[in-house]
């Protein structure tokens, strides 16, 4: 167990819908980032968010968003779903925005019908 | 732009024999770091390895170690003793300092086999 939990392992949605991916951090973590990754287009930076506030933005689609609560848990949430957005969605958290030590969650599988 | 390399698609190894993973990246920056991450088939994304890019000093982590060739811009990871539980994804990463967008490359499935 890495502290990083992302729930829920495995989901299975039909195009068109929205989904909401959770990311908890490791315990004491204040930065989360979410990745995906897909066949091909291999692992991606999306979102970055370090104590509540979006730091970094990577190659994150318009019908995806995400946020961080003062819990400091995060989610994702990815809105009009189409086949391609099928992947493995990384959470990884890291003490603060200059730790790259980053410690990743073990996903959750996301599967577009 | 900022790119991270892995030719070997796929690699294989006996148990307790060494084995060497290729990465090279591509950036006009000077302070960074590298990592490798395995990924076993549980899919979890563990960190094996990193290297500061002002570090000289190759990083070792028990039998994982790295060659950081940074004028070539290389950055191999080194397994010796192979183990049956070192089979997995291995992936170089690469991020410069005061930036958040770590690139990864497209991975090595690498095989020890009995």
């Known amino acids: 167990d890495s502290g990083v939990t992302q729930t829920p392992k495995h989901l299975i949605t039909a195009t068109g819908q929205r989904v909401t991916l959770r990311c908890s951090p490791r315990s004491g973590d204040l930065s989360v980032y979410w990745y995906q990754q897909s066949l091909d287009q291999g692992l991606q930076f999306l979102i970055q968010y370090y104590n509540g506030e979006e730091r970094a933005k990577g190659n994150i689609l318009e019908r995806f968003s995400a946020q961080q609560f003062p819990d400091l848990h995060s989610e994702l949430n990815l809105s009009s779903l189409e086949l391609g957005d099928s992947a493995l969605y990384f959470c990884?958290?890291?003490?603060?925005?200059?730790?790259?030590?980053?410690?990743f969650g073990s996903g959750t599988r996301l599967t577009v019908v | 732009a900022q790119t991270v390399t892995q030719s070997q698609p796929e690699m294989s190894v006996q148990e307790a024999e060494t084995v060497t993973l290729s990465c090279t990246y591509d950036t006009s920056e000077n302070n960074y770091y590298l990592f490798w991450y395995k990924q076993p088939p549980s899919r979890q994304m563990i960190l094996v390895i990193r290297?500061?890019?002002?570090?000289?000093q190759n990083a070792t982590e028990n039998r994982f170690s790295v060659n950081f060739q940074k004028a070539a811009k290389s950055f191999s990871l080194k397994i010796s003793d192979s183990q049956l539980g070192d089979t997995a994804m291995y992936f170089c990463?690469?991020?410069?300092?005061?930036?958040?967008?770590?690139?990864f490359g497209a991975g090595t499935r690498l095989t020890v086999k009995p």
């Open positions: 990884a958290s890291s003490v603060d925005h200059t730790d790259y030590g980053y410690t």
């Open positions: 990463a690469f991020i410069p300092y005061n930036n958040n967008d770590m690139r």
């Open positions: 290297q500061e890019a002002y570090k000289q």
